[in-house]
Every structure is written in C-alpha cells, then in structure tokens.
C-alpha cells in the first residue's frame, strides 16, 4: 500500500500570509493525487486533482504542484474562510489513502 | 445531491446499512465510495465501487470481510452494509462521488453530509 505524509502537520498564519502544505508518498504517484479541505463539523471539499488542476469554483489563490511522490498546496494571501484542515489523497492505486491532515489555524 | 442515513447507536458485533441516495445525477455512472472520520481524527477511505452493474469493490484492510458496498440503480442508491462491529468503528461515514477525467480517477467531488455510527454497549 501506498503511505502519505504531510507536514506541517499544524501551522499558525495570519490572514494575507501565504503558506505551503507538502505532502508526500512513499513512492511515486504520477500526479494521482487529491487536494481536499475540511471545516468542523462539514463534509470535505475538493480543491485540487490531478495534483495541480483547480477544482471549479475554488478561489485561485489556491494551487497546486509537485510530480512524482512529493506534491504541494500553496495559499496565497490567506481569507478568513481558509482557516481549515486539509488533506492529500492519493488516487493511483487502491487503496486510495488520505493524508493525516494539515490544521491551519490564525 | 447525496444524502445520507442509517447511523445510529449499536452494540459491539451488531450491523447496520448505511444509505446513500443520490440526486441530480446517475451513481451508476460514476464509481462511488465511502470515507470515515472517527471522532477527533483524520479521513480514512472505506470502500469504492466503480461504476457500471458489475463495478469492481474495493475495501480497506481494516474493514474486509465485514463491510460490503453495493448500490441500488432502480433506488440511485449507494450502501454500506457493515458487520461485526468495534468499538474502533465508532466515526462519521461520508459517501463521496468520484469524478474522473481521461479514464483518470481525480478525486470525490461531491460528498453526502455524513452520518454517525457510534459503537458502545
């Protein structure tokens, strides 16, 4: 099976700042690879697929990047709204394992 | 577009079904899974079932053997039958759609609202 890391794991920003979550495979996933985030209490919602594709609808400070077993989410100028968690996935073989998660808290 | 039910309170060992009805599109047509967040945790995939009538299933390790996916087309239903239940089992369970692009799986696009199976005697 295939294993995701992310790190941070928790990260403290200010509204405007711009932050990076990474995220990583233990083996190369050819852009396989999900954005999801999660607010308490709410279902999650699809950011980005295909590793760099923004999901419609989804603000454009949002993107991603990476190939191979490492992949990014950048947020540019962070909103109030962005104050969430946020998962990898990976889709390229079953099972389709998520991430542990990122908490992004002000 | 999915709504959910079936949660509910059961003893260590018992069953349930969990639902998940679809609107605004065909389940059929897309595979379906189901995703659980155990209280405080992280998401955790459950089960996929790939489109068409004789969809491959595909289940995590932790839940073989005791849960099975299947839909209803007449219904436009997913479900999740699951049995012998732990306590480790206690969680919301999300039903998600998956949308797909050049035969590609992207991810779940569209997610249920969540239902709660709690495990305790």
């Known amino acids: 099976d295939i294993q995701l890391t992310q790190f941070p794991s928790f990260l403290s920003a200010s509204v405007g700042d711009r932050v990076t979550i990474t995220c990583r495979a233990s083996?190369?996933?050819?852009?396989?690879l999900a954005w999801y985030q999660q607010k308490p209490g709410k279902a999650p919602e699809l950011l980005i697929y295909?590793?760099?594709t923004l999901q419609s609808g989804v603000p454009s400070r949002f993107s991603g990047s990476g190939s191979g077993a490492e992949y990014t989410l950048t947020i540019n100028s962070l909103q109030p709204e962005d104050f969430a968690t946020y998962y990898c996935?990976?889709?390229?073989?079953?099972?389709?394992?998520f991430g542990p998660g990122t908490r992004l808290e002000i | 577009q999915l709504l959910q039910s079936g949660g509910r309170l059961v003893q260590p060992g018992g069953s349930l079904r969990l639902s998940c009805a679809a609107s605004?599109?065909?389940?059929?047509?897309?595979?379906m899974s189901w995703v659980r967040q155990a209280p405080g945790k992280g998401l955790a995939w459950v089960s996929s079932?790939?489109?068409?009538?004789?969809?491959?299933?595909y289940y995590a390790d932790s839940v073989k053997g005791r849960f099975t996916i299947s839909r209803d087309t007449s219904k436009n239903t997913l479900y999740l039958q699951v049995n012998s239940l732990r306590a480790e089992d206690t969680a919301v369970y999300y039903c998600?759609?998956?949308?797909?692009?050049?035969?590609?799986?992207?991810?779940?696009?569209?997610w249920g609202q969540g239902t709660t199976v709690t495990v305790s005697s």
């Open positions: 998600a759609k998956s949308k797909y692009g050049s035969g590609m799986p992207y991810g779940l696009d569209v």
């Open positions: 605004g599109f065909t389940s059929s047509d897309y595979a």
């Open positions: 079932l790939l489109s068409g009538s004789g969809g491959d299933t």
């Open positions: 083996q190369g996933i050819s852009s396989y």
């Open positions: 295909a590793a760099s």
């Open positions: 996935q990976q889709l390229k073989i079953y099972p389709h394992v």
